[in-house]
Nanobody
Framework: QVQLVESGGGLVQAGGSLRLSCAVS????????MGWYRQAPGKQRELVAA???????DYVDSVKGRFTISRDNASNTVDLQMSSLKAEDTAAYYC?????????WGQGTQVTVSS
């Protein structure tokens, strides 16, 4: 069975850094993209960063220059390095893996940035 487990979330002061990691157990065939989404209370889930199988990346405008996504295709892991964190980055962050047939999701990890 496939499981996605996020780690690295927590409480951090504004301006600080966190590194989120998503570990995939089991094998997901034909992965096309891996990414991170976030959802704050009362708001819709939004794509934060994604990386395709070819290595191209995409970021929401609000995190460009501050967040960096990386992946290891061999181990099916995806990390999100977050720097210069702001209060508005506070949200539950979810790991996502997309393949030819659909999406897999983690349970989420909370990131809280204090101002």
């Amino acid at each position: 069975q496939v499981q996605l487990v996020e780690s690295g979330g927590g409480l951090v002061q504004a301006g600080g850094s966190l590194r989120l990691s998503c570990a995939v157990s089991g094998r997901i065939l034909r992965i096309t993209a891996m990414g991170w989404y976030r959802q704050a209370p009362g708001k819709q889930r939004e794509l934060v960063a994604a990386i395709t199988s070819s290595g191209s990346t995409d970021y929401v405008d609000s995190v460009k220059g501050r967040f960096t996504i990386s992946r290891d295709n061999a181990s099916n892991t995806v990390d999100l390095q977050m720097s210069s964190l702001k209060a508005e980055d506070t949200a539950a962050y979810y790991c996502n893996v997309r393949n030819t047939w659909g999406d897999y999701w983690g349970q989420g990890t909370q990131v809280t940035v204090s101002s």
